[in-house]
């Protein structure tokens, strides 16, 4: 290419790189990828803009659910940043492409030092004074909280980031931070009633957004459900739902159907609870995910077992203990409970009673108060099976605590109503 030709291409990358961040501030997914490559293919290697611009196609190409595609570019984008000296973006791209491995390979992750590698880019984004880069620093440090289900710490790691985006003037960073802001009250000990006033308020602060409505929606209609509001959070599912599709972003569609599930297995309904839960298992499987599979593995599972397919769920459990890290520890504590009521339903109680204890043992480390509720109403299950009445009822009024904790009306009621039947 001639100096001509060159200038030309530089000048019509100029005009497509703004609305390249018009899509990604919308989140529009398949604009991003269009628009950042477009720019990508017309950069000269030379010029100093074509490293954010790889940068940001490769959060673009994530976001669409080609994640080895991203890895290995956000590799490369490392790589020539260091090669050019430019730190930030390098750190930058290295952040990303370990918060993407952690998903990819989540067995061969070290999530100690995921924290220590976002606590050691928090110290050198600081000293340069990167908003960005601090939001980044402080989004990987939730992610390792995230994993290990603190979901404290990662409300703390998630609001630092959010502060730091804000600063930075990054709308599409901002709402990466307030969906792991949401999805931590979800998760963590934030009651469901302070969790939705919350979203609320976060959904008002970033009004007509559909990016920020997407990731406060998708985990809002869990909390919705905890507190009977059946018709809301099923309206609010479906909406995240309908945005993520519009959007063109496979990952948050996958992860709408998850939290869709979640509603519909509130509601009682296992068959809408498995229709949900399939579509979600299915996109992370052909994606190559296996961090959130590994969870949403045993989610599918419980709906099939819930339905009497109980073969079904223990091959379900399979799958997640084969990929899940041991230090996931609600993938963990999941699977060792849906198998262990499989094997209660198949005569061996002593290694089903073991089994189920084992998973409550797992999930006191966490702070996952409704999910522990869960686990330990599965080993009342286990115990009732065995016809130890005395100690299924202790493990009820635990769940029953869990649940109160929460705020989680629906669960509450159900651990009221099977200890009135013992």
Same mark, same amino acid.
């Given at each position: 290419m001639d100096e001509e030709s060159?200038?030309? +291409? /530089?000048? $019509? &990358?100029? #005009?497509?790189?703004? %609305?390249?961040?018009?899509?990604s501030a919308r989140g529009d997914v398949a604009a991003q990828v269009n628009l950042f490559g477009r720019a990508e293919e017309l950069l000269d290697r030379e010029d100093p803009r074509r490293g954010e611009v790889r940068f940001q196609l490769a959060l673009a190409v994530s976001s669409s659910g080609e994640v080895e595609r991203a890895g290995a570019l956000l590799g490369e984008v490392a790589e020539e940043a260091g090669a050019r000296g430019e730190r930030p973006l390098e750190l930058r791209s290295r952040i990303h492409r370990q918060y993407l491995r952690s998903s990819t390979h989540p067995t061969e992750t070290s999530y100690a030092?995921?924290?220590?590698?976002?606590?050691?880019?928090?110290?050198?984004?600081?000293?340069?004074?990167?908003? +960005? /880069?601090? $939001? &980044?620093? #402080?989004?990987?440090? %939730?992610?390792?909280?995230?994993?290990?289900?603190?979901?404290?710490?990662?409300?703390?790691?998630?609001?630092?980031?959010?502060?730091?985006?804000?600063?930075?003037?990054?709308?599409?960073?901002?709402?990466?931070?307030?969906?792991?802001?949401?999805?931590?009250?979800?998760?963590?000990?934030?009651?469901?009633?302070?969790?939705?006033?919350?979203?609320?308020?976060?959904?008002?602060?970033?009004?007509?957004r559909p990016r920020f409505e997407l990731v406060i929606m998708t985990p809002m209609c869990v909390s919705?459900?905890?507190?009977?509001?059946?018709?809301?959070?099923?309206?609010?599912?479906?909406?995240?739902?309908?945005?993520?599709?519009?959007?063109?972003?496979?990952?948050?569609?996958?992860?709408a159907a998850r939290m869709a599930g979640d509603v519909e297995r509130l509601t009682g309904d296992w068959q809408a609870a498995e229709r949900m839960y399939r579509r979600g298992y299915e996109i992370l499987?052909?994606?190559?995910?296996?961090?959130?599979?590994?969870?949403?593995?045993?989610?599918?599972?419980?709906?099939?077992?819930?339905?009497?397919?109980?073969?079904?769920?223990?091959?379900l459990t399979k799958v997640s203990s084969d990929v899940a890290s041991p230090e996931d520890f609600m993938s963990q504590m999941l699977w060792r409970a849906l198998r262990a009521k499989v094997l209660a339903r198949r005569g061996a109680a002593s290694e089903a009673e073991s089994l189920g204890r084992d998973a409550v043992e797992v999930g006191r480390k966490t702070d996952s108060i409704d999910v522990q509720g869960d686990v330990i109403m599965d080993l009342f299950d286990v115990l009732r099976h065995a016809g130890r009445a005395e100690a299924a009822r202790e493990a009820a009024e635990e769940a029953l605590g869990l649940y109160g904790q929460k705020g989680n009306v629906v669960s509450a009621a159900r651990a009221r109503a099977v200890l009135a039947d013992l």
């Open positions: 060159r200038a030309l +291409a /530089g000048r $019509a &990358a100029t #005009w497509l790189i703004p %609305a390249a961040r018009r899509a030092r995921l924290l220590e590698e976002g606590e050691e880019a928090v110290a050198t984004f600081a000293e340069l004074g990167d908003d +960005a /880069g601090l $939001a &980044a620093a #402080w989004n990987l440090i %939730a992610t390792a909280h995230y994993f290990w289900s603190h979901h404290g710490p990662r409300l703390q790691a998630a609001e630092q980031a959010l502060e730091h985006a804000t600063r930075a003037g990054d709308l599409a960073l901002a709402s990466d931070c307030v969906g792991k802001v949401a999805f931590a009250m979800l998760h963590g000990p934030t009651p469901a009633g302070a969790a939705v006033r919350r979203s609320q308020d976060l959904l008002a602060r970033f009004p007509g919705l459900a905890m507190l009977g509001r059946f018709r809301d959070a099923q309206d609010v599912a479906a909406k995240a739902m309908a945005i993520a599709e519009d959007l063109g972003s496979t990952w948050s569609f996958a992860l499987d052909r994606m190559g995910e296996k961090g959130q599979l590994s969870t949403l593995a045993v989610l599918l599972g419980n709906a099939v077992y819930a339905q009497g397919r109980h073969d079904e769920a223990f091959d």
